[in-house]
C-alpha cells in the first residue's frame, strides 16, 4: 500500500497529474461557459498534444526518472507561459467558436491552480522525505552506484538522499583509491571500480554517476567499456573540473553535444531583453539628446581645429576591436604629446589619467565634466558592439599588461556606463575599478542593470570623479 501510494503521489505532481489536471480545469471551465459537445473534446485533446509535445522538446530528458516533478516556480512560470502561447495560437488557426473570456479564464484558473500544485507538490515530497526517515524506502524503482568519493561523490549522494521524487535507491559507492572499510551517511563503499562486472551481474544497477576528481578522469576508461559492454548507462558529470567561477552548461557545436564552462551570466531571456533595452534606449538616448549633440557639435568646430568626433580603437568582447565614438575634448593631434605627459599619469596600473591634462579644450572640460562627450557611444550600442551597462571598453596597450584575473572583464560586452561610473570614476585606483567590472560581472542581472542606469544619471550631474 505504501508503494501504491508513493507512486500516485509522485505521478500526481508530475507531468501526468499536470496534463491530468489541465484537462480537467478546461472541461469545467468550458462547460461553466456554456460550450459543449465535439469542440470541448478537441479543445482537450489539443491541450494534451500540445503539453506532450513541450515535455518530449523541452530539452535534455531526466536520467533517473522519466517523471518530471517541478520543484521551483520560475520552471512552472516558464512551462505554463509557453504552453499558454501554443495552445492560444492553435486556437486563433482552429478557428473554434470559443470567446476570449472563456480562454482567459481557463488560463488563469489552469495558472492558479498550477501554483497551488507546486506547493501542494512540495509538502508531498517533504512528506515522502518523513516516510523514507521512518522506513519507507524498501522499494526503489532505480539503483545506482556513485565511482569517487571525494566531495563531487558526497555532493551527488546528498543530492540523491534528498530527492524522494527521484525514487532512487543508492546502492553504494565505488573509488579507485579508498581499500578500508568506509560509509557516507550509511552508504557503504563497495570497492575498487574493477569489480563492476562481478556487481552488476549480481544486483540491479541501473546507472553508473561518475564523480570522480580531475586526476581520477583518465583511469575510468576501462570503467567505461566496461559498462558499455554491458548495457549499464553512466552519468558522467559535467563539472569535471573545479571551476571556482564558471559554471558548467550543456552546449551544442553544430549538433554536437559539449559542456561548456562559462564565467559569465547566461540566462538567455534575460540576455534577450537586455539586448532590446541596449536597442531601445540608445535609439531613444539619441533622439532626446538630439538638440544637445548639435550644440556641442557646433561649440567643438568653433573652438579649435580638428573633427567633431574622436575614434579610437578599443576592445571589446572577448578583445574584438572596435571604434569608440566619443566628442572630441582636446587639442587636434592630442594622442602624439601622451608619451610627453606619462610622468604625469595619477592612475594606478596601465590606464593613463591626469585631472589637470593640458591638452584638454575649454569646451572639452566643461563636456568631461557632465560626460556630454560619452553621448556618441549610442552609436556605438547601436551597432551592438557596446552595451548601455557594462565594463568600459579598454585600450589594447592596458590589455597587453592585465593580469590574468583582470582579463575577465573582456568576457562580457563594454557598455556606456558601469560600477566605477557610479563609484567615483578616476577617484578609484586601477585595481579597485578592476574589482568592481568583475562584481558587476559576478551579480549581474536586470536589475542590477536598472540600478545603474538610475544612479548614473545623478552621478554625472555631480561629477564626481570626473576629468
Known sequence: MHKISKRILLHLSGQAGVIGLSALI????????????AVVYEMIALLTLVRIGYYLTRGPAPVLTAIFVRKRLKKVL???????????????????????????????VNFIVQMATLFLARTGRRALVRRAREGWNADFAKQVVIVGTGAKGCEVADMILRSPELDTLLAGFLDYHRRELWRYRDIPLLGHPDILPKLASSRQVDA?????????????????ETAEKMGVTVCLLPNVYNAEIARARPGYINGTPVVVYRAVP?????????????????LAGLILALPLILITAVAIKLESRGPVLFKQVRLGLNGKTFHLYKFRTMCDGAETQKDC???????????????????????GRLLRKYSIDELPQ????????MSLVGPRPPLPKEVAQYEPWQHRKL?????????????????????????????????????????????????????????
Request: charged share 25%.
Open 26 to 37: 478546461l472541461l469545467v471551465v468550458m462547460c461553466l461557459a456554456g460550450y459543449t459537445g
Open 78 to 108: 516558464n512551462e505554463e507561459s509557453r504552453v499558454a502561447i501554443a495552445f492560444v495560437a492553435a486556437c486563433y488557426v482552429l478557428q473554434w467558436p470559443v470567446g476570449r473570456k472563456a480562454i482567459i479564464m481557463f488560463l488563469t
Open 208 to 224: 553508473l554517476i561518475v564523480a570522480v576528481d580531475p586526476e581520477d578522469m583518465a583511469r575510468t576508461r576501462t570503467l567505461f
Open 266 to 282: 547566461d540566462g538567455q531571456t534575460a540576455r534577450a531583453v537586455k539586448w532590446m533595452i541596449d536597442k531601445v534606449g540608445a
Open 341 to 363: 605627459l606619462r610622468a604625469m599619469n595619477e592612475m594606478s596600473g596601465p590606464v593613463f589619467k591626469i585631472k589637470d591634462d593640458p591638452r584638454v579644450t575649454p569646451v
Open 378 to 385: 549610442f552609436l556605438n550600442v547601436l551597432k551592438g558592439e
Open 411 to 467: 568576457s562580457v560586452k563594454p557598455g556606456v556606463t558601469c560600477l566605477w561610473q557610479v563609484n567615483g570614476r578616476n577617484e578609484i585606483d586601477f585595481d579597485d575599478w578592476m574589482r568592481l567590472d568583475l562584481e558587476y560581472i559576478d551579480n549581474w542581472s536586470l536589475w542590477l542593470d536598472t540600478k545603474l542606469l538610475a544612479r548614473t544619471i545623478p552621478a554625472v550631474i555631480k561629477s564626481r570623479g570626473a576629468s
